[in-house]
């Protein structure tokens, strides 16, 4: 029988319940100030509570998990729930369908790697969406 499990640290928590692939980047997340835990910035070592509000800004959306129980090992897809609620609001989740279907040029499924011509493209349109069209050099 598994002992309980009293404490869990951020990082560790956020990787168990699938917000990042490796606990290395949820370390990373937090050293660059992109999680909260009930409002106020957390370091990797902070220690998580049940009913702790977690923030994680992915961009474009800022998810929003409650804790309900604490876990220390990565959980199948399927049991996350059991650990922590999704609360990101509607307009929030909404951000990516519109990040989708506005920045991105439709590509058929297996058309292969773009061109050179079309790489160019893309990466004229990026630096235009990521810079609202702003000349640097000036």
Do not use: H
């Amino acid at each position: 029988m598994a002992a309980e499990v009293t404490t869990v640290r951020i990082d560790k928590y956020l990787w168990a319940i699938r917000a990042f692939k490796t606990r290395t980047d949820a370390a990373d997340a937090c050293k660059l100030g992109r999680i909260t835990i009930n409002g106020g910035e957390a370091k990797a070592s902070r220690d998580v509570k049940i009913g702790d509000l977690i923030g994680v800004k992915k961009m474009p959306v800022i998810y929003t998990f409650k804790v309900l129980a604490l876990i220390a090992n990565r959980q199948p897809a399927k049991n996350v729930y059991l650990y922590a609620e999704n609360m990101t609001p509607e307009e929030e989740l909404e951000k990516l369908k519109m990040a989708r279907t506005t920045l991105f040029a439709y590509r058929d499924k297996g058309a292969g790697r773009p061109t050179k011509k079309e790489r160019r493209d893309i990466d004229d349109l990026m630096e235009n969406y990521y810079w609202g069209g702003e000349d640097l050099d000036e």
